[in-house]
């Protein structure tokens, strides 16, 4: 299906795929909490044809579990539970607390990301240069980071820490292309798993009812048009957030974080920090990585099948040989390694901070900085430019020197951020 029929507002029930007795429920349950609401005022929680949801309040009406309760002189049509109403929206809120948009079905959600699949994408290295332009880094890496992108195989990036690992994976998701259009919340059956979550999730301006355009396009509105989204894990990921997760206090069921980075980016940071053995976290992807297709389960048992449409970035500190054996390295197509940078480098990050920060500074910093490298043998790596200049900065404020960098600052700041080999040796001992 075409990507303009999947975001098409849907003008029956049938065509949406719901099962009705869970949009009945959603129904009751949006009554049981604002008390008396009008048809436009469901339709708008409910994210459903005001003639959906009229045929179905017509129902209730005749199960006597709603009523009209519409003042003297008031246009709309107000409704109400009753008694026997309220008793099946307390039932149906203790099966599930979601109270939202109404859902799309997993078989729309699926034909949606295929629609939408960030593996479409083309790239080239004038785009890349392009967002590119405020990073400092070899034209090997050019070469390596542009076809890895949006090739559909798993990217490995190794390397010191400081070496801007994770700063480029964040640069490399402004290349991810269009927005993209993904649900509130998906039906499996009638489970209801919700989908759009903030942190992830960044809405357009298209959105806002003000938008004319949008509103004359009728856009299915249990959609919401947002940017790629870019999903970062560090050492605090644990196996059980790639699951489904059930909160038996808020009754909901949240979709892994992988799943809702589909049609962008997921960027596993510190690979071998986490709590679990890096294999077992490599192993969980395996099938995900060849198929493009994940496996989940609801809280009854049952399996079924999700897309796997992300860019998945492993980023690590550790050699790649102590998180797996080859044989399991070869299963990522992409293994990039980012090394310390040379003085040129080095002097082209600097100076582009100056720049950026509109900063003064004394004469020969940097070549007293070169020569404290060497004498303590220490590599240069692209975050030392920043660091060092900020913790400067931070000096020059206490001393009235606002945005000056000196070279009593500086070897302040050296002294303060890098730890010295001797001084550990000594605390050993």
Known sequence: ?????????????????????????????????????????????????????????????????????????????????????????????????????????????????????????TLTHAELAEVMTDVVMEQALYNQLGPAVHSGRPILIYGHAGTGKTFICKHLAKLLGDNIYLPHAIAIGREIIQYFDPLIHQPTSSNTPENSLAFAAKTDPRLLLCHRPVAISGGELTMDRLELTYDPVTRTSQAPIQMKANNGMYIVDDLGRQKMPPIDLLNRWIVPMEEHTDYLSLSTGLQFPVPFNTVLIFSTNIHPLELADEAFLRRLGYKIHFEPIDELKYKQIWTNLIVQQDLSSENGILEFLFALYKKNKRVLLPCHPRDLIGLALDMAAFKNHKGHLTLENIEVAWQTYFIDLQDEEDINE
Request: glycine share 6%; no cysteine; hydrophobic share 40%.
């Open 1 to 121: 299906m075409t990507l303009k029929s999947l975001i098409k507002q849907p003008s029956t029930l049938e065509i949406t795929g719901l099962d009705e007795e869970l949009v009945i429920d959603l129904l009751l349950k949006h009554l049981y909490e604002n008390g008396v609401l009008d048809l436009l005022q469901l339709s708008k929680r409910i994210k459903l044809a005001g003639s959906t949801l009229e045929a179905i309040l017509l129902k209730l009406r005749k199960d006597a579990r709603v009523f009209v309760n519409s003042p003297e002189g008031l246009n709309s049509i107000r409704y109400q539970l009753t008694d026997l109403g309220r008793s099946d929206a307390i039932n149906a809120k203790s099966r599930s607390g979601y109270l939202g948009p109404a859902p799309i079905t997993l078989e729309h959600y699926t034909q949606l990301v295929d629609a939408q699949s960030v593996f479409d994408l």
